[in-house]
């Protein structure tokens, strides 16, 4: 599963996002940062972090724990 993590640069829940990542164990994942990317961007802006799962577009909004990561992981 190519999971992928839209965050921003200096974001404080970004960084708290990856500790919950990091708790919960998740497959390897690849971070995506929009803050130089228009469409992204405005697709995200607001949102970050997110957790997306490329393979079937399915998104996890922050905020998020290990144990809601891990129930939405299929």
Same mark, same amino acid.
């Given at each position: 599963?190519?999971?992928?993590?839209?965050?921003? %640069?200096?974001?404080?829940?970004?960084?708290?996002?990856?500790?919950?990542?990091?708790?919960?164990?998740?497959?390897?994942?690849?971070?995506?940062?929009?803050?130089? %990317?228009?469409?992204?961007?405005?697709?995200?802006?607001?949102?970050?972090?997110?957790?997306?799962? %490329?393979?079937?577009?399915?998104?996890? %909004?922050?905020?998020?724990?290990?144990?809601?990561?891990?129930?939405?992981?299929?």
């Amino acid at each position: 599963m190519p999971l992928i993590l839209y965050q921003r %640069d200096d974001c404080h829940l970004c960084d708290l996002a990856l500790d919950v990542l990091a708790a919960s164990r998740v497959p390897a994942f690849e971070s995506v940062f929009i803050d130089h %990317d228009d469409v992204l961007e405005a697709r995200y802006g607001a949102r970050v972090p997110v957790l997306c799962d %490329d393979a079937t577009g399915a998104e996890l %909004d922050w905020p998020f724990s290990a144990d809601r990561v891990k129930a939405w992981l299929p």
